[in-house]
Nanobody, 122 residues
Framework: QVQLAESGGGLVQAGGSLRLSCEAS????????VGWYRQAPGNQREEVAR??????TYRDSMKGRVTISRDDAKNMVYLQMNSLKPEDTAIYYC?????????????????WGQGTQVTVSS
C-alpha cells in the first residue's frame, strides 16, 4: 500500500541543524494529515510537529526551533530543526495519513516510517 522512508538524521553538536525528509511511496493518491514524532530511550513517543486540516502545530519545547513542511506533488514531508539541544536526541518518525485505492474503493490509512536517529552532542 503505502511506505514511508525517513532520512536526514545523524550526529550533530548542540546548536546545530538537521533537515529530516520523509518520502511516501506506493499506491497513494493523496496525503492527509502529516506529522513528525520522536521517541527517546525509556520515553513514550511524542508529537513534534503536525499539519492537519491546514493547521500547523508544534511541541512547545520545540517552537521556534523546528519547521514542518510538505510537498504534496512529491509526496514528501520535511522537518527543519535548528538550535538543537542534547535533549532532542531521539528516533524521529514520520506519520502520514494516506489515501489509497483498494478493492474498488479509495480508503485512508495511517502510516509510520521506520524512524531516523537524531543524536545531539553537548
Amino acid at each position: 500500500q503505502v511506505q514511508l522512508a525517513e532520512s536526514g538524521g545523524g550526529l550533530v553538536q548542540a546548536g546545530g541543524s538537521l533537515r529530516l525528509s520523509c518520502e511516501a511511496s506506493g499506491n497513494m493518491l493523496n496525503m492527509g494529515a502529516v506529522g513528525w514524532y520522536r521517541q527517546a530511550p525509556g520515553n513514550q513517543r511524542e508529537e513534534v510537529a503536525r499539519i492537519a486540516n491546514g493547521v500547523t502545530t508544534y511541541r512547545d519545547s520545540m517552537k521556534g526551533r523546528v519547521t514542518i513542511s510538505r510537498d504534496d506533488a512529491k509526496n514528501m514531508v520535511y522537518l527543519q530543526m535548528n538550535s538543537l539541544k542534547p535533549e532532542d536526541t531521539a528516533i524521529y518518525y514520520c506519520n502520514v495519513e494516506g489515501q489509497y485505492y483498494s478493492n474498488g474503493l479509495w480508503r485512508w490509512g495511517d502510516y509510520w516510517g521506520q524512524g531516523t536517529q537524531v543524536t545531539v552532542s553537548s
